[in-house]
């Protein structure tokens, strides 16, 4: 699984917004969707490197892309 390390919740969803990516719901997790993939961030700081690895992949990213967005 790809490691992205340190990442703070809401910089994962500025980069996701980036990328096309709109907010569905939020509470405890962040639900994101850009109409045909969905992924959910959990609010924590820093986001664990596995978990955000695997949000990356579940949005289609490498781990350098979302690198690259962030």
């Known amino acids: 699984m790809p490691r992205l390390p340190g990442v703070n ?3 994962a969803v500025r980069a996701l917004e980036k990328a096309g990516f709109r907010v ?3 509470g ?14 959990p609010r924590h ?12 992949r579940d ?6 892309e979302f690198r690259a967005l962030l």
């Open 9 to 11: 919740h809401l910089d």
């Open 59 to 64: 949005a289609g990213f490498t781990p350098d």
């Open 28 to 41: 405890r997790h962040i639900i994101m969707s850009n109409g045909e993939r969905k992924v959910v961030i």
């Open 45 to 56: 700081n820093p986001v664990n490197a596995i978990t955000m690895g695997g949000i990356a």
């Open 24 to 26: 569905v719901r939020q």
